[in-house]
Structure formats: C-alpha cells, structure tokens
C-alpha cells in the first residue's frame, strides 16, 4: 500500500489531489450537493435534457416493455428494436448511411481506432484531444503522433514519409477543457488532398452547434463524406448516456467485425435506447434550446470580458477561465462554493502543466439572472485574487 499512499500525499502536497462530491436529486441549473443547493455550472448538460420529464418517461415505459438488462452482447441476442432504431433515427439524421451504438465515448474511441489501424500504420492526433482518443492511439497497433494544437501546417510536415492507405487523423470537434473547434474544413481539405481518414469525437458538439445541432460537421458545412467516421455521445447534449458513431455502410460493417469494445461487451439496456431516442426527437424539435444557449455564451463573454476575465477563444458553451496554478483554481473554485456557485476546477494532468483552469460550462437550462449571479460572484473573488485577470501583469508562477 506504501506505493499507493506516496502518490495520493504527492498530489495533496501539490493541490492536484482528486475526489468527488455526492450529488441528490435531479440535474440541472441547480444542483443539490451534501444537502446544500447550488447554481450548476460544471455539468455537460448543455442542452438541459438531462432532468427531462419526458426523456425519463420514455425510458421508464421502455423499462415495463423490456425489463432493464439488455442481457447479452449486441451480436449475440442484446441487440433490441429499440438500439436499432435509435441507430437508423441517429444515422437519418445526421445524413450517413448507417451508425451503430457503443456503450460509452470512451469506448467508442478505443474501439474505432484499434480496429482501423493495422501494425505500421499511424494515429494521428491534435495535442489537446479527449484522454480516449489519445488512449485509443496508445494501445492501437500502429503509432501515434500528436501535432500542436490546431496546427494544420504542422499534421502535414508530420504525416510526410507515412502510408496514407494505413493512417487515420483524428481530431476533437469541440476541445473539451478549452472549448475551441477544429480546423475542420481544413483538416477535411488535408484529408481529401493526401487520401487520409478523417475521424472526428464531436462529444460536445452533437446536439449543439450547427443549426439543426448535428455538430462540428454541420456548422463547418461538411457531411460524412468529408468527415467519414463521426463520432458522437448521448451522455452530453442529450441528457442521456452512451455514445455511438455513424459513417457509411462499409465503416459501420468493418467496425461491427472489429470493434472489440463494441462486441465484447454487453449491450447497453433498452430503455436507455428508448431515452436516447426521446432526446433526439427534442434535440431536432427544441431548437429553442441552442438558440438560448447561443444567446447565454454571447451574454457571457460580453460580460466576462468587461470585467478582464482570462476566458479562452471559446464559443461554445465550454469557458475556460485559466487561473494558472492550481492551488488559485482549487481556491477560487472553493469561495464560489461558499457563494452557492459550484464551478469544478480542472488541474493538470488533465490540463498541461500551468494551465489549471476553472471549467464554467453553460447550459440551456440557465437563465440570464444566473449568469449574472456566476459574474458577480466571480468578481468577487477576483477582487480577493486579481491575478487571473489579463489585462494585469501575470504573476511570476
Ligand atoms: C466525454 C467525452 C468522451 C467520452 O464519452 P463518454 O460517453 O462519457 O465515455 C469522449 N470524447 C470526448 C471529447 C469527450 O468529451
């Protein structure tokens, strides 16, 4: 246990010790968190369906029809007519040919990767992309190799001498601690030019960019055949759990043969399919949703900045406030706890080294008069800590 104990007392001593808080009750604008209730802004509910009535009623009906197991894998007898058609409505809507569901994101992006890359082939990837995907590349057979964030110039000099036909570039759509977009019309454009796979994890932007919320690849003016393997989860936007990918016929039959976390594993249960379609029919029909959750974005940053706020190039519901080191994270994350605000830090290594942040995320579920609550406690603590403001000197770190 000695080993163990010597890295948990490293992380104390450097204020990059991790634990979490029991949450009661239903998610949403507030949450309720060891008995006191706080004003929400750490969840990826970014649409607010998370606590949806009707979302919860289309799963609990789905419960009385099919019990809850889905009680084997999907290629032995767990495939259900719900998954399926989640998987047509999903594929439909999006405008591929077919998708096909995995258990979890991160499940997902192991499975996809180490299916399509063979030994000396390469994996591709943006320096700031999701742990999952960057894990997927590790234990894939062939290597990875990261370009610098957002460096097209840079993924070309990399990809030179490599095999095209046995390489993959992978990006996240919406980068999820910094809330920036992939250079995705240009990636597509290097993509196409070198005869390379393009992949996208597009976690956080299904459901919420683009006008009918298809994500990334809608807002940048792609379809899947710029984009061929996108990559999508139900967990976030849509208030549900799991995740899936959609591409053509042929991808979706590879991966099916291939994808080890897709058939090695039980199937998710029915009902969270019958969930996960309730949601989409309100991604599609409560477009109101994105448009308040744009509106809230812009209010916002216009504010933040008036007040000197560090925000990053963000325009996404995802706003980093970089704080630098990370005990002033863990700092000003614990006084706006105190204010009833609850805004998770995130310190390295999630984050690279000094760049430890507090992750405000937006969600259509708040209204403006919460926003104005978050600024104004903000600014509180910043009058208590003014060195996360930019427009100061930076303190040496
Ligand atoms: C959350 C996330 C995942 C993992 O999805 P889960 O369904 O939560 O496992 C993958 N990629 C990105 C970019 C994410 O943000």
């Not at 999006?94 to 890359?117: D, H, K, P, Q, V």
Request: charged letters at 20%; glycine letters at 8%.
């Amino acid at each position: 246990m000695r080993r163990f104990e010597d890295l948990i007392r490293k992380r104390q001593a450097c204020d990059l010790y991790r634990d979490y808080s029991t949450r009661t009750g239903v998610m949403g604008a507030e949450i309720e968190i060891e008995g006191r209730t706080y004003l929400n802004f750490s969840s990826n509910d970014y649409l607010g369906l998370a606590g949806d009535p009707r979302i919860a009623d289309a799963a609990i009906s789905a419960i009385q029809r099919y019990g809850i197991g889905s009680g084997s894998a999907h290629l032995i007898v767990g495939h259900t007519d719900e998954h399926q058609r989640l998987e047509q409505e999903l594929a439909q809507w999006l405008g591929t040919e077919r998708a096909l569901l995995f258990s979890t994101g991160y499940m997902a992006n192991m499975g996809i990767i180490n299916a399509l890359i063979e030994p000396k082939g390469h994996v591709f990837e943006d320096a700031l992309n999701h742990a999952s995907l960057l894990d997927g590349g590790l234990l894939s057979r062939g290597r990875m190799i990261r370009w610098p964030h957002r460096d097209i110039e840079a993924l070309r000099q990399l990809m030179q001498g490599c095999d095209p036909s046995r390489s993959l570039i992978v990006t996240d759509g919406v980068f999820s601690m910094d809330g920036d977009t992939a250079p995705l019309k240009a990636l597509a454009e290097l993509a196409r030019e070198t005869q390379t796979l393009l992949m996208i994890d597009d976690a956080h932007g299904i459901g919420v960019l683009g006008a009918q919320g298809r994500g990334c690849v809608e807002q940048a003016g792609l379809t899947f055949h710029d984009v061929p393997i996108i990559m999508g989860t139900l967990g976030k936007a849509f208030g549900v759990f799991g995740a899936f990918v959609a591409g053509s016929d042929t991808l979706i039959d590879f991966l099916v043969q291939r994808a080890r976390t897709y058939i090695y594993t039980t199937a998710p249960p029915p009902a969270l399919a019958a969930a996960a379609r309730a949601a989409l029919r309100l991604v599609v029909e409560e477009s109101w949703r994105r448009d308040h959750l744009m509106s809230l974005i812009k209010y916002f940053r216009h504010n933040a900045t008036a007040l000197g706020l560090a925000l990053g190039a963000s325009e996404t519901p995802i706003q980093p406030l970089l704080c630098g080191d990370s005990r002033r994270a863990l700092m000003i994350s614990r006084q706006l706890a105190q204010q009833g605000i609850w805004v998770t830090p995130i310190r390295p290594p999630t984050v690279p080294e000094g760049s430890a942040r507090l992750r405000i995320s937006l969600s259509a579920a708040h209204q403006k008069e919460h926003i104005d609550q978050l600024l104004s406690a903000l600014s509180q603590c910043l009058r208590v800590d003014e060195s996360v403001q930019t427009d100061k000197p930076r303190q040496q770190e």
